[in-house]
């Protein structure tokens, strides 16, 4: 059974580091949370380490830049890992061939193409039509708002070719403001149902975790996963990765599944036991909304 709690103070004297999701716990897509901001901030300043585990198809550069502008400060966090960045080395290794189909937003998207310069020889990736690749990149649909499954009659072409499909984020929705919206794992979610092959690099799977603590020791830190906090709101992604990971986590209820656990400031209990029972969700913790 989860424990609701009401600050992150309550709990976080008893972990030396938190691998912290952004969208839904620390911004909305639009703006910084300030009482999840000044949580971050109060840790780091008694000595903690934030980690944002995000899986964005971004670079982690292209992530700081998009905080800068939400109004989350450079105060608030450590370092960063994207599934953007663990899914560009699968890419740049030749996981779905050199000729690829993109599927995104480009403007939003092109720095998933610059190359890593940790790989000494990248596999040389083009952008073509769907009709000539050798696998399909997945940033995220063209259009947020349309239904995922205006794709089938490509993805049933592009499976019939035996394409892999790499997903760049396996969130299936976020909500951006008060809209919400379908994400590249809703895209790969499709394929996979149709009897195509997904390659994912975000969460719940272990290549972002992976790449989270090697920036951890790149921080000069050796920390035990018994002393690291997974913190996020999605039960499917946050959550269950950390199980997976075997890390402590602390829901946030009042994120993806506001409605659903009656969050308000803080969520119901009842609607809470219920929402994790059906998502079989079992956080070590569960908060509203993440403040000190």
Known sequence: ??????????????????????????????????????????????????????????PRAGVATQLAQFGVPAEAYDTIATSGDSARAAMFTGAVGSKVYFMGEWARDEGFFQPLEVIETPTPITRVPLAEAEGIVCCGPFDPMADPAVNRAGFLYAKTKGLKLLCANPDIVVDRGETREWCAGALARLYTEMGGESLYFGKPHPPIYDLARRRLAALGVDIPDSAILAIGDGAQTDIAGAMGEDLDSLFISGGLAAQETATTRDPDPAALEAYLAGEKSAPTYTIGQLRP
């Not at 839904?24 to 901001?37: D, K, L, Q, R």
């Open 1 to 58: 059974m989860t424990r609701i709690i009401s600050s992150l103070a309550e709990i976080s004297d008893r972990y030396q580091a938190l691998f912290v999701d952004l969208w839904g716990c620390v911004h909305n897509g639009v703006s910084a949370f300030p009482e999840a901001v000044a949580a971050l901030t109060d840790y780091r300043r008694r000595g903690g380490i934030v980690v944002l585990v995000t899986n964005s198809p971004k």
